[in-house]
């Protein structure tokens, strides 16, 4: 069973929690970052899809050119990072036309900054079938401070219009769940990020077993500013602080041992093998 690996790859201010912190002339790290984990993926002999910033896409064409002369997807990940719900059909549609013209290309995946797709921003489903994308990956099928659709399944589906946590076999667009651990009647997020980076491996390695088991890939991802030593470290409050940077130097050592662990492919890898290519 092959797995998907994914990063997201944005600056070091683009999450949520740290975004509305900075005030000040932004260091960029952007370059340094995606060196590490371009170096990463080579060294693991993986192909991962990369969930591109716009704006950094923009400013940075020779580092797309890059990710792709390494054999990585890219795919969509906002223009400005702003989650869905600041935004609107038209504004979203806007972005993904941008987007399009920066990377010379239509992509076909995308990943809601924040994980921001639920049934409040469900219009976007219709913007991304029209913009003929393939498919989604941005429903943690959990609950958390931030986002989740816990009522959504755990394995790839078609979602409803009508309610993203329903299935509907009609629809063109593929969505695939972030890995969640079942137990006692939850669902623990575990695909990644502070998720990650919180959780022993033993209970990593179970969940993707578990998940193949079942005949689905397990969808996990990083973001690359996890991999980069020199990234700076704001005061966000005891909460956001944890949540953004608890254990981030164990980031890379702990993704190294997932990935050889397990196997991993691209998106496009995966949908071309399933015939799942096409909308």
């Known amino acids: ?62 580092l797309i050119e890059k990710i792709s002369e390494h054999g990585h997807e890219i795919a969509f990940h906002g223009y400005h990072h702003e989650p869905l719900w ?13 987007f399009n013209s920066v990377i010379q290309d239509k992509c076909k995946g995308f990943r809601a900054p924040s994980f921001s797709l639920n049934n409040e921003t469900k219009w976007a489903l219709m913007v991304l079938e029209d913009a003929g994308f393939v498919y989604d990956s941005s429903i943690f099928p959990s609950r958390t401070p931030l986002y989740g659709v816990p009522e959504a399944p755990v394995r790839p589906y078609k979602p409803s219009r009508e309610d993203i946590a329903k299935e509907d076999p009609d629809a063109r667009l593929w969505e695939f769940p972030l890995l969640v651990y079942p137990l006692i009647g939850l669902k623990i997020p575990m695909a990644g990020g502070f998720f990650l980076r919180f959780f022993p491996m033993h209970i990593l390695r179970k969940t993707i077993k578990k998940m193949n088991e079942q005949g689905f890939p397990a969808v996990l991802f990083a973001h690359n500013w996890e991999l980069d030593a020199q990234t700076p470290k704001l005061k966000l409050g005891p909460y956001r602080s944890f949540v953004t940077y608890h254990n981030v130097q164990e980031t890379e050592r702990k993704l190294k041992q997932i990935i050889g662990s397990f196997k991993f492919s691209s998106f496009r890898d995966y949908l071309n093998k399933h015939n799942l290519s096409n909308p």
């Open 1 to 62: 069973m092959s797995n998907i690996l994914t990063i997201d790859l944005e600056e070091w201010h683009h999450p949520e929690y740290v975004k509305g912190n900075v005030d000040r002339v932004l260091q960029e790290r952007i370059n340094d970052s995606s060196k590490n984990i371009l170096r990463l993926l080579k060294e693991c002999k993986v192909n991962a899809t990369f969930f591109v910033v716009g704006e950094i896409a923009e400013k940075h064409p020779e």
């Open 86 to 98: 600041r935004l609107n059909a038209k504004t979203f549609r806007d972005e993904i036309e941008k």
